[in-house]
């Protein structure tokens, strides 16, 4: 098992940026593929970026994130972060962080551990 806690969402205005967190607790973090998802007010929850286990050699990227954010891992520290740039209006949600073992997935119901989530507002 893995335990997840996202840190680092708060406020900020349109074109600013955030860096969001990801601990995971484990000594086996490197198998974990990673994958961040969002859910707005309203909406249902969905998927935002993921990266490969191990090396994290292999990422992807909603279509509406590409070229704003990255994700990115550190296995030594146990961390998965999300680094969100240029962000919009639209972009306001709950963030969550999720872990399954080995391949990567776009898909929600695939990942079976999940952090708390940690809330983005982006102003106009």
């Known amino acids: 098992q893995v335990q997840l806690v996202e840190s680092g969402g708060g406020m900020v205005q349109a074109g600013g940026s955030l860096r969001l967190s990801c601990a995971a607790s484990?000594?086996?973090?490197?198998?974990?593929?990673m994958g961040w998802f969002r859910q707005a007010p309203g909406k249902e929850r969905e998927f935002v970026a993921s990266?490969?286990?191990?090396?994290?050699?292999?990422?992807d990227y909603v279509d509406a994130v590409k070229g704003r954010f990255t994700i990115s891992r550190d296995n030594a520290k146990n961390t998965v972060d999300l680094q969100m740039n240029s962000l919009k209006p639209e972009d306001t949600a709950v963030y969550y962080c999720?872990?399954?073992?080995?391949?990567?997935?776009?898909?929600?119901?695939?990942?079976?551990?999940w952090g708390q989530g940690t809330q983005v507002t982006v102003s106009s």
């Open positions: 484990g000594r086996t973090f490197s198998i974990y593929a």
């Open positions: 999720a872990a399954k073992r080995y391949s990567t997935s776009n898909s929600q119901t695939s990942y079976p551990y």
């Open positions: 990266i490969s286990a191990s090396g994290g050699r292999a990422t």
